[in-house]
């Protein structure tokens, strides 16, 4: 029998800034042997709490976060996957707020939003430097804020 083991919650970046994103993806890393994500799949974490059920969330769909890219990291924790690190002081607010107002936890010591662009790959320092030079600065607009009940 299965029952409540925390809430996830995630925003989806507007379909036209997701897409300007995967273009330059494609047409940068073509050559690269690991997984694009698709369009689709991209999202922003706001938590990963191990306490909590979504029903118990008010979730706010229509609001819209701003966020700027703010670097392109490999990380290598559970694989091998090329992320855009997002500054964003709206994210940073609700997350905060989802902490103190429904006493949730957060998977993480820190939490650094962020958006996965890649995975199951290692990139040259040459195409990650020229990701850096194409996708810092960006804005990306957030919302479709969902939340869902994990599952133990």
């Not at 369009?39 to 922003?44: A, I, L, P, Q």
């Not at 924790?77 to 997350?95: F, K």
């Not at 957060?106 to 990650?128: A, C, E, I, N």
Request: net charge negative.
């Amino acid at each position: 029998m299965s029952g409540s083991a925390g809430v996830y919650m995630q925003v989806k970046p507007y379909n036209t800034d997701a897409q300007i994103v995967a273009n330059i993806l494609a047409s940068i890393c073509f050559t690269v042997d690991g997984l694009l994500m698709p369009v689709e799949d991209y999202h922003t974490t706001l938590i990963y709490s191990t306490v909590g059920t979504a029903k118990e969330i008010k979730t706010n769909p229509d609001q819209i976060y701003l966020a700027t890219i703010c670097n392109v990291e490999q990380w290598n924790i559970h694989d091998n996957v090329v992320v855009a690190t997002l500054d964003s002081n709206m994210l940073q607010m609700r997350h905060n707020r989802l902490r103190s107002a429904y006493d949730l936890t957060h998977g993480h010591l820190q939490y650094k939003p962020h958006m996965t662009l890649l995975s199951d790959v290692t990139l040259d320092t040459r195409l990650l430097k020229k990701l850096k030079h194409t996708l810092i600065g960006r804005t990306i607009r957030l919302y479709d804020e969902t939340a869902a009940t994990l599952e133990d």
